[in-house]
């Protein structure tokens, strides 16, 4: 499985940003998707997550009712729709790959794929 994630960039506090993920995979649709994130010098955290088919999603809870998480199997790609930003959101987005949810909530040593990142940078 390859990723590549894209829709980067700089936001003022308070606005919206969508970074998307496109997945080389003949067998997309049997990987449950996440994006993780990491600020500079801290660790690398999951963000929200979602399942095969798109019908359970897992968010963590300082992106709860902000961020949606999204996936079309039929294009392979996944979506992190991102609003009401705030400066703390600043960080490196990546994509990701793995069997489970259970997987994905043990941290990146869960993950099997990752894509390179993309940049989210929310000004104040």
């Known amino acids: 499985v390859q990723l590549q994630a894209s829709g980067g960039g700089l936001v003022q506090a308070g606005g919206s940003l969508r970074v998307s993920c496109a997945a080389s995979a003949r067998d997309f649709e049997d990987w449950y998707m996440a994006w993780f994130r990491q600020a500079p010098g801290k660790e690398r955290d999951l963000v929200a997550g979602i399942s095969w088919g798109g019908g359970s999603t897992y968010y963590a809870d300082s992106v709860k009712g902000r961020f949606t998480i999204s996936r079309d199997n039929t294009k392979n790609m996944v979506y992190l729709q991102m609003n009401s930003l705030k400066p703390e959101d600043t960080a490196v987005y990546y994509c990701?790959?793995?069997?489970?949810?259970?997987?994905?909530?043990?941290?990146?040593?869960?993950?099997?794929?990752w894509g390179k990142g993309t940049q989210v940078t929310v000004s104040s």
């Open positions: 990701a790959a793995a069997k489970t949810l259970g997987a994905v909530v043990r941290g990146p040593d869960g993950v099997d794929y």
